[in-house]
């Protein structure tokens, strides 16, 4: 089983910055791709910004400019840094994994995990 918990969220006004962070812990043999993605009420769940293992990151059109992701892999911990932030950007946002388990019986398999989100809200 792996884990992933966020942190960092909360409550800033338009204009200012929040840095979002994401733990991962567990039976991980290896990362494939650590991604964050935000659902605000009444919309559909979307990407924002994603960076694999060996460091590729894209962004989703919205926070082009604005956000920045890291990550470190020794570490397993991936963060979001959102500067310019907006009311728009008000949503819950969750970290996601994409990783190669170690199972129980020992075997390498993909998997993908979710964290349990974590609240940005924007006031203009």
């Known amino acids: 089983q792996v884990q992933l918990v966020e942190s960092g969220g909360g409550l800033v006004q338009a204009g200012g910055s929040l840095r979002l962070s994401c733990a991962a812990s567990g039976s991980i043999f290896s990362i494939n791709r650590m991604n964050w993605y935000r659902q605000a009420p009444g919309k559909q769940r979307e990407m924002v910004a994603g960076?694999?293992?060996?460091?590729?990151?894209n962004y989703g059109d919205s926070v082009k400019g604005r956000f920045t992701i890291s990550g470190d892999n020794a570490k397993k911990m991936v963060w979001l840094q959102m500067n310019f932030l907006k009311p728009e950007d008000t949503a819950v946002y969750y970290c996601?994994?994409?990783?190669?388990?170690?199972?129980?019986?020992?075997?390498?398999?993909?998997?993908?995990?979710w964290g349990q989100g974590t609240q940005v809200t924007v006031s203009s």
């Open positions: 996601n994994a994409d990783v190669m388990e170690i199972g129980p019986d020992a075997r390498i398999n993909e998997a993908d995990y």
């Open positions: 960076i694999t293992g060996g460091g590729r990151i």
